[in-house]
């Protein structure tokens, strides 16, 4: 299972077992047999909560929010948060270094869409 901070809920009490859920995922996952698919392969895509006939039988749910938690905003707010802290304290204490130069950054920031550099079936736009 492994950390992850969202998963997929289905609503056992109106889902039909149709498995049209599990047929559109590209991975695989036993949607239409779980309550809740909390995996690192499910990317949230969101292909399985389309595809189901029955409305608010899946829902895409993230970690701690909900009726008695954090609003999703709130959560993406406290993450960005610690986030930025942590890279201004790593910064402001000689932690935060990479070992390329501002002008070697720049040189190969230009060059982003070279075929040395990038993915060979996804290009940076
Ligand atoms: S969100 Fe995508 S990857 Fe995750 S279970 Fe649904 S179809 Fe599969
Ligand atoms: S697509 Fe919806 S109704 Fe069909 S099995 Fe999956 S969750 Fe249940």
Not at 26 to 42: G, M, T
Not at 94 to 115: A, C, D, M, Y
């Amino acid at each position: 299972m492994g950390l992850c901070p969202t998963r997929i809920q289905r609503d056992l009490d109106i889902c039909i077992s149709c498995k049209s859920c599990s047929q559109a995922c590209p991975y695989y996952l036993p949607v239409d047999k779980k309550r809740y698919i909390i995996s690192r392969e499910c990317n949230g895509c969101m292909e399985c909560t389309l595809v189901c006939p029955v409305e608010n039988t899946l829902e895409f749910k993230t970690l701690g929010t909900g009726k008695n938690g954090w609003s999703t905003a709130k959560l993406g707010i406290v993450i960005i948060g610690i986030y930025t802290g942590v890279v201004y304290i790593a910064g402001i204490t000689g932690h935060w270094k990479s070992s390329i130069t501002e002008h070697e950054f720049r040189v190969r920031l230009q060059n982003i869409n070279s075929p040395e550099i990038t993915h060979p079936t996804v290009g940076f736009r």
